[in-house]
C-alpha cells in the first residue's frame, strides 16, 4: 500500500477530499452537502480510515514530494546504484547517463532523461543483476521538462512485467515519489512514460526527466538512499557503475568488482602522504568520486624524489581481500605497489602494477586475506613523458578497500 498517495481532490465514498497530508495520514474531509471543511477530528480520523483503505486501490494519483527526512529510515540499501539500464528512447544528447548514479541533482550528467522520439509510451528498464525482493521504489523529476505520468514496473525474465503503481508528477516543480508495494522477486525495474505535459521550458515536451531511481528490498537496516545529498555517493559496496555509462573524458572507468564484497572501508577515511600537494590536489582519494578533476582526484607534490606514500587509515582493522586503485587519464603516473598493514609500521606489499602512460585505468588488486587498517599506495616510478602536467606528480582518482563478505 502506498501511504504517501493521494493529495489531490478526489472523490471517495465519504464525501469530497479538499485535501489530504497523507505522510501523517491527516485527511481534511468535506461531507456530502456540506460546504464547510470538516473540524470534527473524531470524524476526520473515521473517515481518514476509509480513506487510507480506500487510497490503496488507486491505481495512479498524485503526490506530494516528500523531505529526506519522511523517507523511511529501514529500507535498507538501494538497490538499483550503479547498475545498468536499457531506455526504449536512448537520449543522444548526453542525457543518458545519471539515472541510477546516486546523484538527486538536477542537470546533465545526474539527471536522466530519454530521447525526444514523439512516440510514447517509452520506457527505461533497469537490471538489478541477479533476482531481488523488491519492496520499495524511489523516483525524482526535476524542476524542468514536462515529464508527467510514470508507471512502475518488475520483471523476473525482462519480458514479462507486472505494474506496481503510477504518478503523475507536476509540471515546473522538482517532485519525487515513494512507490511501496508488496515484495515480488524481480530482476529487472521498468519506468514507463505514459504520457507528458504540454511543453514548459526550452526542452522539447517529449523528453523525459527522471534525476533518480533508487530500489529497495527486503533486507532492511538503515536506509542506504542519497537523496538529498548534495555530491553522488560512492557504491556502498561492490556493484560498481558499469563502464558504458561512464563517460572516459570525466569519469575514470571503473574494473568490475565481485559480487561478494562488503562496503568500502577506504570511503573518507583519513589518510597521510609524505610528499602533499600544496596546490589543492590533496583531497578526493577515497571520497567516492570518479571524476578526473581537482577536488575529487587526488596527487602529490612533483618533488623528484621517488617513492612516495600515501597511506590510508581504515580506523577499523578488517580481512582485507580487495584494493581498487584508478589513475587517470592525465599525467605520468606509472608504477604503484599497494601493500597493508596492522599496525601502521610494518607493511606487506599485495600487488604492484605499471599504469599505461595517457590512460585512464582502474585496477582491482586481489590477494589472499590480510587484518590490517592501514593501506598504502607507495608511487614507485613515473612515466619521464610530461602528460599536461609535471611528470612527478602522482595521480589517483580514487582508493577503494574491501574485504571479502563472511557467508
Ligand atoms: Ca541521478
Ligand atoms: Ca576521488
Same mark, same amino acid.
Given at each position: 500500500?502506498?501511504?504517501?498517495?493521494?493529495?489531490?481532490a478526489s472523490a471517495g465514498p465519504g464525501g469530497l477530499i479538499d485535501k489530504a497530508f497523507s505522510g501523517e495520514t491527516v485527511f481534511a474531509v468535506r461531507p456530502r452537502g456540506s460546504r464547510q471543511p470538516a473540524s470534527n477530528p473524531v470524524m476526520i480520523h473515521k473517515i481518514s480510515r476509509t480513506l487510507a483503505a480506500f487510497s490503496a486501490v488507486l491505481a495512479c494519483s498524485l503526490a506530494a514530494a516528500i523531505t529526506p527526512a519522511e523517507l523511511p529510515q529501514n529500507l535498507g540499501p538501494n538497490l538499483a546504484l550503479g547498475k545498468p539500464y536499457e531506455s526504449s528512447d536512448k537520449n543522444p544528447s548526453g542525457w543518458d547517463p545519471g539515472l541510477t548514479n546516486g546523484s538527486w541533482a538536477a542537470g546533465r550528467l545526474n539527471t536522466y532523461a530519454t530521447g525526444r522520439a514523439a512516440k510514447f509510451p517509452k520506457t527505461v528498464t533497469i537490471d538489478l543483476e541477479t533476482a531481488r525482493e523488491v519492496a520499495a521504489i524511489f523516483i525524482g523529476t526535476p524542476s524542468f521538462g514536462a515529464t508527467k505520468t510514470v508507471a512502475v514496473s518488475l520483471?523476473? /525474465?525482462?519480458?514479462? $512485467?507486472?505494474?506496481?503503481? %503510477?504518478?503523475?508528477?507536476?509540471?515546473?516543480?522538482? /517532485?519525487?515519489?515513494? $512507490?511501496?508495494?508488496?515484495? %515480488?522477486?524481480?530482476?529487472y525495474v521498468r519506468l514507463t512514460f505514459a504520457g507528458n505535459h504540454e511543453k514548459q521550458d526550452r526542452f522539447a515536451a517529449e523528453y523525459c526527466f527522471i534525476t533518480e531511481v533508487e530500489v529497495f528490498g527486503t533486507s532492511g537496516g538503515p536506509t542506504q538512499s542519497n537523496f538529498g545529498k548534495n555530491s553522488p555517493a560512492a557504491p556502498p559496496s561492490a556493484q560498481a557503475a558499469p563502464t558504458a555509462q561512464v563517460d572516459p573524458k570525466l569519469e575514470l572507468p571503473r574494473a568490475r568488482l565481485p559480487q561478494n564484497l562488503g562496503p568500502n572501508l577506504a570511503l573518507a577515511k583519513p589518510f597521510e602522504c609524505d610528499d602533499p600537494n600544496k596546490s589543492g590536489w590533496d583531497a578526493g582519494l577515497n571520497d567516492g568520486l570518479w571524476a578526473m578533476r581537482r577536488g575529487a582526484t587526488f596527487a602529490t607534490e612533483r618533488t623528484g624524489k621517488f617513492p612516495k606514500n600515501v597511506t590510508i587509515d581504515l580506523r577499523t582493522t578488517a580481512r582485507l581481500t580487495h584494493v581498487h586503485v584508478g589513475v587517470p587519464g592525465f599525467g605520468s603516473t606509472r608504477t604503484i605497489a599497494v601493500s597493508v598493514s596492522y599496525d601502521g609500521k610494518n607493511f606487506t606489499e599485495v600487488g604492484r602494477h605499471d599504469f599505461p602512460y595517457g590512460g585512464p585505468e582502474a585496477r582491482l588488486f586481489e590477494f589472499a586475506p590480510v587484518l590490517a587498517r592501514q593501506v598504502r599506495l607507495t608511487y614507485l616510478g613515473n612515466h619521464p613523458e610530461k602528460n599536461r602536467?609535471?611528470?612527478?606528480?602522482?595521480?589517483?582518482?580514487?582508493?577503494?578497500?574491501?574485504a571479502r563478505a563472511s557467508r
Open positions: 500500500m502506498n501511504t504517501l498517495a493521494l493529495t489531490e520483471s523476473a /525474465d525482462g519480458k514479462t $512485467f507486472a505494474e506496481t503503481g %503510477a504518478n503523475d508528477f507536476p509540471p515546473g516543480k522538482e /517532485d519525487n515519489h515513494l $512507490f511501496q508495494f508488496k515484495p %515480488a522477486k524481480a530482476r602536467f609535471d611528470p612527478a606528480y602522482c595521480f589517483t582518482t580514487e582508493v577503494e578497500a574491501y
